[in-house]
């Protein structure tokens, strides 16, 4: 069975970096595009990133300039790398892997369990 397994989160001081990855277990699935989500105390889901098949990428108007989002299709793994952290980048952020299995056209949806990060003053 294929998952996304995410690792990377963890707790920073402002202006730090950290460094998320979430990649698909298992063999035979192919990553085409990838986003990160993350959730925090008081707002709902919201997406702050993502990449399309062909590497264009769109983020958030929060994280614009600091986090970028990347995609090494040989490991088929999606990465976020955030800069210049904030108190307010503090949540659980989720990734989604977007692909196909084997030799299946089916376009499959993969959700990470969610890492933590928390950025402290």
């Known amino acids: 069975q294929v998952q996304a397994v995410e690792s990377g989160g963890g707790l920073v001081q402002v202006g730090g970096s950290l460094r998320l990855s979430c990649a698909a277990s298992?063999?035979?699935?192919?990553?085409?595009?990838g986003a990160w989500y993350r959730q925090g105390a008081e707002v709902g889901r919201e997406e702050v990133a993502s990449?399309?098949?062909?590497?264009?990428?769109d983020y958030a108007y929060a994280v614009k300039g600091r986090f970028t989002i990347s995609r090494d299709d040989a490991s088929n793994t999606l990465y976020l790398q955030m800069n210049s952290l904030k108190i307010e980048d503090t949540g659980v952020y989720y990734c989604?892997?977007?692909?196909?299995?084997?030799?299946?056209?089916?376009?499959?949806?993969?959700y990470g369990q969610g890492t933590q990060v928390t950025v402290s003053s």
């Open positions: 989604r892997l977007s692909g196909t299995r084997g030799r299946s056209l089916a376009l499959v949806e993969l």
């Open positions: 298992g063999s035979g699935f192919t990553v085409y595009t």
């Open positions: 990449i399309g098949v062909h590497g264009n990428t």
